[in-house]
């Protein structure tokens, strides 16, 4: 699809004389909506025709990734990082969809190919295995996260550019194909939104048969067996994980043990807070946008209701349809005239301060904490000693991945229940139902005592008696949110045991 140009040159046109501006928008349309041309005409390419948008972008998301500074989901670090780190330095947490073959190696592994690099080249400092992660408000804070999600948004936004759609320059069926079975193979459910795309190309094809035997066959069959050999290397046993996912996910629905929503949720709370103020211009751009891109909006629709049939829902699942969207956005700013500058005005305003505000404020607390676990490691001469207890919702915080080093540490587990007990809790779970009982019952021992503890706010008046008994003193405190719930505090604590002291008063 060719966009970035069109919408480049829409944006600025209204800077020209409004009566020059009427008579040529009578004889001529932006390119975003122009047929393709001739073939006399240069065939579009992946970088368009505007290098200089590009470059703009590029340089925009470069920023982007030294503007995001705080965590959304544990999938980010727990499914990406952590695995990639245990791989090349065999040490690192490897949850349970892992001892379940619910998860496959193939993306993990672009992140272990660069901490390998950088180990080989004796640069494998934390803040350089920090730059893998360099690689709307929501898309800004959801771009440059090492979440499997981010990577399918991508392989989509690239496989619709080779998408044969009426009035694309570049249509290319093996390319475009390939990238949808290479998201896929990372995240199952990325074939959703494909479904009815996939369905339109085969139902237009003439050529049917060949389409099938020539092209989805042989590019399924080649990267479904990547994703095997990948995964037999890791595993040690031939796994299909797709197949487990889809499993889990779709056909038992267990992903409900992290939380239910009712059916509506996706249409009342989770579309509209991913659009955010692009909402109403998404509405208006539906009624205006030409009948080609109506299966745009048929596939925005298809994957809101699959994903509302499955209990479990995070707005994270419908971030791959929000391209689609900004496709309506842009008709509707293009139609508008005396309202044009205010509108846009509106949307970026709108936008960068929720974008800014939930990218460098709003939970950073469990990424500051865990670098200042790591400056400990590497400024502490007691460190070999040392050791910690993450007394927090499980997950809350990355783990070796931005430590790097071998710290004992240790956190409250919560996998999901797999043999069907009824009443079935998790350790967090029951640490949460009386936690200062349970770590009297944990710790009656006083030489199996963590040296640092890091809890929330939340937490620290009811296991105070705990606290103090042990010797424990706070060293430090780092600002979380300014939304607190449930167990998650306003801010994180950090405590350290002073045995020091202890026997000096005794």
Same mark, same amino acid.
């Given at each position: 699809?060719?966009?970035?140009?069109?919408?480049?040159?829409?944006?600025?046109?209204?800077?020209?004389?409004? &009566?020059?501006?009427?008579m040529?928008?009578?004889?001529?349309? =932006?390119?975003?909506?122009?047929?393709?041309?001739?073939?006399?005409?240069?065939?579009?390419?992946?970088?368009?025709?505007?290098?200089?948008?590009?470059?703009?972008?590029?340089?925009?998301?470069?920023?982007?990734?030294?503007?995001?500074?705080?965590?959304?989901?544990?999938?980010?670090?727990?499914?990406?990082?952590?695995?990639?780190?245990?791989?090349?330095?065999?040490? /690192?947490?490897?949850?349970?969809?892992?001892?379940?073959?619910?998860?496959?190696?193939?993306?993990?592994?672009?992140?272990? &190919?660069?901490?390998?690099?950088?180990?080989? *080249?004796?640069?494998?400092s934390?803040?350089?295995?920090?730059?893998?992660?360099?690689? =709307?408000?929501?898309?800004?804070?959801?771009?440059?996260?090492?979440?499997?999600?981010?990577?399918?948004?991508?392989?989509t936004?690239?496989? *619709?550019?080779?998408?044969?759609?009426?009035?694309?320059k570049?249509?290319?069926?093996?390319?475009?194909?390939?990238?949808?079975?290479?998201?896929?193979?990372?995240?199952?459910?990325?074939?959703?939104?494909?479904?009815?795309?996939?369905?339109?190309?085969?139902?237009?094809?003439?050529?049917?048969?060949?389409?099938?035997?020539?092209?989805?066959?042989?590019? /399924?069959?080649?990267?479904? &067996? *990547?994703?095997?050999?990948?995964?037999?290397?890791?595993?040690?046993?031939?796994?299909?994980?797709?197949?487990?996912f889809?499993?889990?996910?779709?056909?038992?629905?267990?992903?409900?043990?992290?939380? &239910?929503?009712p059916?509506?949720?996706?249409?009342?709370?989770?579309?509209?807070?991913?659009?955010?103020?692009?909402?109403?211009f998404?509405?208006?751009?539906?009624?205006?946008?030409?009948?080609?891109?109506?299966?745009?909006?048929?596939?925005?629709?298809?994957?809101?209701?699959?994903?509302? !049939?499955?209990?479990?829902?995070?707005?994270?699942?419908?971030?791959?349809?929000?391209?689609?969207?900004?496709?309506?956005? /842009?008709?509707?700013?293009?139609?508008?005239?005396?309202?044009k500058?205010?509108?846009?005005?509106?949307?970026?305003?709108?936008?960068?301060?929720?974008?800014? #505000?939930?990218?460098?404020?709003?939970?950073?607390?469990?990424?500051?904490?865990?670098?200042?676990?790591?400056?400990?490691?590497?400024?502490?001469?007691?460190?070999?000693?040392?050791?910690?207890?993450?007394? !927090?919702?499980?997950?809350?915080?990355?783990?070796?991945?931005?430590?790097?080093?071998?710290?004992?540490?240790?956190?409250?587990?919560?996998?999901?229940?797999?043999?069907?007990?009824?009443?079935?809790?998790?350790?967090?779970?029951?640490?949460?139902?009386n936690?200062?009982?349970?770590?009297?019952?944990?710790?009656?021992?006083?030489?199996?005592?963590?040296?640092?503890?890091?809890?929330?706010?939340?937490?620290?008046?009811?296991?105070?008696?705990?606290?103090?008994s042990?010797?424990?003193?706070?060293?430090?405190?780092?600002?979380?949110?300014?939304?607190?719930? /449930?167990?998650?505090?306003?801010?994180?604590?950090v #405590?350290?045991r002073?045995?020091?002291?202890?026997?000096?008063?005794?």
């Open positions: 699809m060719e966009q970035e140009g069109g919408n480049g040159r829409l944006f600025f046109r209204g800077l020209q004389n409004r &009566s020059h501006e009427k040529k928008l009578r004889k001529r349309k =932006s390119t975003l909506y122009l047929s393709p041309p001739n073939s006399s005409e240069r065939s579009g390419d992946l970088l368009g025709e505007n290098i200089y948008l590009v470059l703009f972008t590029i340089t925009l998301r470069i920023c982007n990734c030294f503007l995001v500074q705080t965590s959304f989901v544990p999938d980010e670090y727990w499914q990406s990082l952590e695995v990639a780190h245990h791989m090349v330095f065999n040490y /690192g947490y490897l949850t349970w969809e892992w001892t379940e073959r619910l998860r496959g190696y193939t993306y993990p592994l672009i992140f272990a &190919s660069i901490y390998k690099i950088l180990h080989l *080249l004796g640069k494998d934390v803040q350089l295995l920090f730059f893998c992660q360099l690689c =709307s408000w929501f898309t800004w804070y959801c771009c440059t996260r090492t979440l499997t999600n981010t990577m399918e948004t991508v392989l936004i690239i496989a *619709l550019f080779y998408y044969p759609l009426e009035g694309s570049s249509m290319n069926s093996v390319k475009y194909s390939s990238l949808v079975a290479l998201a896929f193979i990372i995240r199952p459910t990325a074939v959703i939104p494909w479904i009815p795309l996939v369905f339109r190309h085969f139902w237009q094809e003439q050529k049917k048969l060949d389409l099938i035997l020539y092209q989805f066959l042989p590019i /399924g069959f080649i990267t479904l &067996s *990547l994703s095997l050999i990948i995964d037999r290397v890791f595993f040690g046993q031939w796994t299909l994980v797709q197949y487990n889809l499993k889990f996910n779709v056909l038992q629905n267990l992903g409900t043990f992290y939380g &239910s929503h059916w509506h949720w996706y249409f009342s709370q989770g579309f509209p807070a991913v659009l955010g103020t692009h909402l109403p998404f509405i208006h751009g539906c009624f205006l946008a030409p009948k080609r891109y109506r299966i745009l909006l048929v596939t925005v629709l298809w994957t809101l209701l699959v994903y509302s !049939m499955l209990s479990h829902k995070e707005f994270r699942f419908i971030y791959p349809v929000l391209p689609f969207c900004m496709v309506f956005c /842009g008709y509707s700013l293009n139609h508008l005239k005396t309202w500058k205010p509108a846009l005005s509106f949307l970026f305003l709108s936008n960068m301060l929720l974008a800014f #505000y939930t990218g460098l404020v709003h939970q950073r607390g469990t990424l500051d904490v865990m670098t200042h676990i790591q400056e400990l490691c590497y400024n502490n001469p007691n460190i070999s000693s040392a050791s910690v207890f993450i007394m !927090m919702p499980c997950h809350s915080t990355p783990y070796y991945s931005h430590v790097h080093y071998p710290l004992p540490m240790r956190f409250l587990q919560c996998p999901p229940d797999l043999t069907g007990k009824s009443q079935y809790l998790d350790e967090a779970d029951i640490f949460y139902l936690p200062l009982n349970w770590l009297y019952r944990e710790f009656h021992n006083d030489s199996t005592l963590p040296t640092h503890l890091i809890i929330f706010s939340i937490l620290e008046e009811e296991i105070s008696a705990f606290l103090i042990s010797s424990y003193e706070r060293t430090a405190v780092f600002f979380h949110t300014h939304l607190p719930e /449930g167990r998650t505090g306003s801010h994180i604590y #405590y350290e002073k045995l020091k002291r202890k026997l000096n008063r005794s």
